[in-house]
């Protein structure tokens, strides 16, 4: 066969597989020539499988891409209906809560359980304090949204509310930042103002009818008192007489945002502004045991009658005067509130003669828990340097608590310098005598030649015993008697007179009976002092004193008195007995109390108008005729 033959029989052959398209050689052309491309219309149409796979997966795309086209317009459309509908449901909750005033907040919404605990954890030297108050707290979010669940108002509403309370669920709890806060009495006055950082509160949609659903709240308070002392006891009287105590307070401006304090996120975005918010806040003053019942006819109690003083104590020391008390403190608080407070310092200041006051004593507490009734203050400190010439208000202290009169003090605490309570130091329960035993050893008389009345010399013996609790070291340098001479024993001490009414020429009116003689000295006499062991009382001295020739002076119509006695003196076996009854001046050193003059030289104090009784025998031989 010729290749020619080949050929065309090799055309002419056909298989059952698929037709192959001849294989490209370097001769092929790139572009075909349309006759080549395009069969005739006189020739068949071939229709090959590749091409209708091809137009096969073209119609699949297609329908795929309408489907994914219909699914993302539904789904944008669904989207765009959803948060349409929760744009309108957080406008309609917004619309609620932009109508909702701060007072339906305070009266509706905020609950306080408590406080039932407060720490006062640091006073700072301008006067403010910084308190920790512990208590139960909420906010019923769903009566001021109006989503709780009271009431049928039908489905579309209930599933309004149904997702308000979901979302106060979500949002948990807010944070409240409350600018400073500035508290009035009801007379306008300032009372105090207030700061505290932001603090968290918990939400509640639907809270129980209990107060199971409170959460604790811990807050820290930041209390600087107004330093107008008058507006607080204008304040306290008003209280008193009203029964509750009443207060109005001014906050300038309060942000409450959702979320928590320390946590950001998307809850932070939701924020409630309210400024210039003015709101009354009143408590019902509770019963206090022991005393009346608030009203408005009922006076208002004295401090002291708050305040009893168990026991108090004085004792020297190498440098100073310790002073340690116990008192019990009627607490006003109710029961709920427990408070404890730091160590707080005190000064006591005695009223002087031109009604200045003298600072004494400077004191601290221990410190202290409140307890039912009573709290028990544990008080000690240190007697103060005092200044020169200023002995007077101390011996008129001294002079009315050994009358049994309460003396009037006045205690300040140096980090309120502006406040200070007028109050009483109590009287004892019973009359102390610190002058005990009191005689004339050798006591001589004799005329004096340079007058009608006489001269007495001898050597002044007397005990000087201080109350219990006083240990005081004392160094008796001087003493100025001044003494009534009876005929026989004097019964009763005499009524004392304050260093400021105290006349020293002036005698009693009417004269004691039996009282014959007046001794008085011209000037101080010299005294030395022993101490000797104390049992049951404080500290005890002997104090000896020695006078020479001191004027003894016939009272006013009492010679007849006085020549009885000398007619006794004279013939009576065993002389006679002359009663000594009077007030003295002492001079004394106090251990670890130094006084100081104006060169800052120690010095010692005078304790002026001691009451003393005593006695003294006088016989023939005492009498230097």
């Known amino acids: 066969m010729t290749p020619t033959e080949n050929d065309s029989s090799s055309s002419c052959i056909k298989g059952k597989g698929k037709a192959k398209h001849p294989e490209p050689s370097e001769r092929t052309p790139l572009l075909l020539h349309h006759s080549d491309a395009a069969p005739s219309p006189s020739q068949p149409r071939v229709v090959h499988d590749e091409d209708v796979d091809l137009e096969s997966s073209s119609d699949a795309r297609r329908r795929l891409l309408s489907k994914l086209t219909f699914v993302f317009l539904v789904s944008l459309s669904s989207c765009i209906l959803i948060f349409l509908l929760l744009a309108l449901l957080a406008y309609s909750y917004a619309a609620r809560l932009s109508d909702v005033s701060p007072e339906d907040i305070l009266e509706n919404a905020l609950v306080i359980q408590g406080p039932y605990r407060v720490n006062v954890l640091n006073v700072t030297a301008d006067g403010g304090t910084w308190i920790q108050v512990r208590a139960r707290a909420g906010i019923n979010a769903g009566s001021i949204m109006g989503v709780d669940t009271d009431g049928d108002e039908g489905t579309f509403y209930d599933m309004w509310k149904s997702f308000g309370r979901w979302g106060v669920e979500v949002l948990d709890r807010v944070t409240v930042d409350v600018s400073t806060t500035q508290i009035f009495s009801q007379r306008q006055a300032l009372l105090a103002t207030l700061d505290s950082p932001p603090f968290e509160l918990p939400l509640t949609a639907n809270p129980p009818y209990d107060d199971s659903w409170l959460s604790p709240l811990s807050l820290t308070l930041f209390i600087v008192p107004t330093q107008n002392a008058s507006d607080i006891n204008q304040f306290v009287h008003d209280s008193w007489h009203l029964g509750a105590a009443s207060v109005h307070a001014s906050i300038p401006s309060v942000i409450i945002s959702g979320g928590s304090t320390d946590k950001g996120g998307w809850r932070q975005i939701l924020k409630l502004q309210r400024s210039s918010i003015e709101t009354q806040l009143s408590m019902k003053l509770p019963p206090i045991p022991g005393l009346p019942t608030p009203g408005k006819d009922v006076p208002l109690p004295s401090i002291s009658q708050l305040i009893t003083l168990q026991s108090f104590g004085v004792e020297s020391e190498a440098k100073d005067v310790t002073v340690h008390a116990l008192a019990t403190v009627v607490n006003p608080v109710p029961p ?290």
């Not at 208000?393 to 309460?406: D, K, N, T, V």
């Not at 020429?505 to 000295?521: C, K, N, T, V």
């Not at 000594?580 to 109390?593: M, S, W």
């Open 336 to 625: 709920i509130i427990n408070l404890t407070a730091p160590s707080l310092p005190f000064i006591i200041s005695l009223p002087s003669e031109n009604r200045s006051l003298v600072p004494m004593v400077s004191v601290h507490t221990d410190p202290f828990m409140l307890t039912h009734p009573n709290i028990t203050l544990t008080i000690s400190g240190n007697v103060l340097p005092l200044p020169p010439h200023h002995s007077a208000p101390i011996s008129a202290f001294i002079s009315r608590f050994l009358s049994l009169e309460p003396n009037p003090v006045s205690v300040a605490c140096p980090l309120f310098p502006s406040f200070a309570l007028d109050m009483e130091f109590p009287a004892p329960s019973s009359k102390p005598q610190i002058l005990r035993n009191v005689t004339i050893h050798d006591m001589k008389i004799k005329p004096n030649s340079a007058s009608t009345g006489f001269l007495a010399s001898g050597s002044v013996f007397a005990r000087i015993v201080l109350p219990k609790g006083m240990d005081l070291t004392l160094d008796v340098t001087r003493v100025f008697p001044d003494v009534l001479v009876f005929d026989g024993e004097a019964h009763e001490l005499p009524t004392l007179l304050l260093p400021q009414q105290k006349d020293k020429e002036e005698l009693p009116d009417p004269l004691p009976e039996r009282a014959f003689g007046h001794i008085r000295p011209e000037d101080w006499l010299e005294a030395t002092s022993v101490q000797v062991d104390a049992e049951e009382e404080g500290s005890i001295f002997a104090v000896t004193a020695d006078m020479v020739d001191v004027p003894l002076q016939v009272l006013p119509g009492r010679q007849k008195q006085f020549s009885n006695f000398i007619s006794k003196v004279v013939f009576g076996t065993h002389g006679a007995l002359a009663g000594l009854q009077g007030t003295t001046d002492v001079g004394v050193h106090i251990l670890g109390l130094p006084f100081r003059d104006h060169e800052d030289t120690a010095t010692g104090m005078d304790l002026l108008g001691l009451p003393f009784r005593g006695s003294v025998r006088i016989g023939m031989k005492d009498l230097l005729v």
